[in-house]
């Protein structure tokens, strides 16, 4: 199994950027998936962005597609999620979550999670 442990959260203004970071430990990074998803309060935990095994395919939900980034370091074991042109809508709770299949979008998909980092976005 795998541990996985998010950062980079923080407090932004619209129109700003914050890059989140994924460090993973335990079995083989480079044999998951990786998916970020997010959770604001009173709603749904939702999906956000994925990435498959060796990078070469990826995956976005419509409402970050242009504006958010994820990529993924197997050396480092870590998955990153870079959001620019951040919107107050796009504060949540960001999770990263690890998937033995190819590439997935939904929440059942996924094996394991981090604890979360949040991301607030002031207008």
């Known amino acids: 199994q795998v541990q996985l442990v998010e950062s980079g959260g923080g407090l932004v203004q619209a129109g700003g950027s914050l890059r989140l970071s994924c460090a993973a430990s335990?079995?083989?990074?480079?044999?998951?998936?990786m998916g970020w998803f997010r959770q604001a309060p009173g709603k749904e935990r939702e999906f956000v962005a994925g990435i498959s095994w060796t990078a070469d395919s990826t995956i976005y939900a419509n409402s970050v597609k242009g504006r958010f980034t994820i990529s993924r370091d197997n050396a480092k074991n870590t998955v990153y999620l870079q959001m620019n042109s951040l919107k107050p809508e796009d504060t949540a709770a960001y999770y990263c979550?690890?998937?033995?299949?190819?590439?997935?979008?939904?929440?059942?998909?996924?094996?394991?999670w981090g604890q979360g980092t949040q991301v607030t976005v002031s207008s």
């Open positions: 979550a690890a998937t033995h299949r190819y590439l997935a979008t939904t929440r059942m998909a996924y094996d394991y």
């Open positions: 335990g079995d083989t990074f480079s044999s998951y998936a």
